[in-house]
């Protein structure tokens, strides 16, 4: 099975964040079942980009962030290079989700064409997806564990304090 992992687990798995012990429950099954994890190459701009921004807000430590680091490509997550079929998929589902930026659509693109699933923390991402009749986009809350996991699209960093939702 193809699973395609938002930055937000995968960030779940280094920061302590709400839904980090879901996260790396399903990293560990998605390992033991043999699936292959893959992901945009943004995911790794994102990852760094977020591990930065809790450095900053003395969330996590530059040795933490380092190790973090190393722990999550250790994972060995395929970061797949983008062709113009799919930045064009992905043009066509920043629309369909009414989003500005092609970000969250990247996943999306990139899932689609692999027949897979998406896995993402953004429950607002995966209802309207899900709304849309894609059942292949799956929340991290959605076993029912936690009704109340995450219900914003992006980290929050404010006032030094990391906030998973905001």
Same mark, same amino acid.
Not at 58 to 66: F, T
Not at 89 to 111: C, K, N, P
């Given at each position: 099975?193809? /699973? @395609?992992?938002?930055?937000?687990? %995968? +960030?779940?798995?280094?920061?302590?964040? #709400?839904?980090?012990?879901? &996260?790396?429950?399903?990293?560990?099954?998605?390992?033991?079942?043999?699936?292959?994890?893959?992901?945009?190459?943004?995911?790794?701009?994102? /990852? @760094?980009?977020?591990?930065?921004? %809790? +450095?900053?807000?003395?969330?996590?430590? #530059?040795?933490?962030?380092? &190790?973090?680091?190393?722990?999550?490509?250790?994972?060995?997550?395929?970061?797949?290079?983008?062709?113009?079929?799919?930045?064009?998929?992905?043009?066509?589902?920043?629309?369909?989700?009414?989003?500005?930026?092609?970000?969250?659509?990247?996943?999306?693109?990139?899932?689609?064409?692999?027949?897979?699933?998406?896995?993402?923390?953004?429950?607002?991402?995966?209802?309207?997806?899900?709304?849309?009749?894609?059942?292949?986009?799956?929340?991290?809350?959605?076993?029912?564990?936690?009704?109340?996991?995450?219900?914003?699209?992006?980290?929050?960093?404010?006032?030094?304090?990391?906030?998973?939702?905001?």
């Amino acid at each position: 099975m193809n /699973i @395609v992992i938002d930055a937000n687990i %995968a +960030l779940a798995l280094v920061v302590p964040l #709400p839904y980090s012990s879901l &996260a790396a429950q399903r990293v560990k099954v998605w390992k033991e079942t043999e699936a292959k994890i893959l992901a945009p190459v943004l995911w790794g701009y994102e /990852i @760094v980009s977020e591990l930065r921004k %809790a +450095l900053v807000a003395q969330a996590i430590s #530059p040795a933490g962030a380092s &190790a973090g680091l190393q722990m999550l490509w250790a994972l060995n997550i395929e970061q797949v290079m983008p062709t113009l079929a799919l930045h064009q998929s992905a043009l066509r589902w920043a629309e369909r989700l009414g989003q500005r930026v092609v970000y969250d659509a990247s996943y999306l693109a990139l899932t689609e064409v692999l027949r897979g699933e998406f896995w993402t923390a953004d429950q607002p991402l995966a209802r309207n997806a899900q709304q849309m009749g894609e059942v292949w986009v799956r929340w991290i809350g959605e076993d029912g564990s936690r009704t109340e996991i995450c219900n914003c699209s992006a980290f929050s960093w404010k006032c030094g304090k990391i906030r998973a939702c905001v």
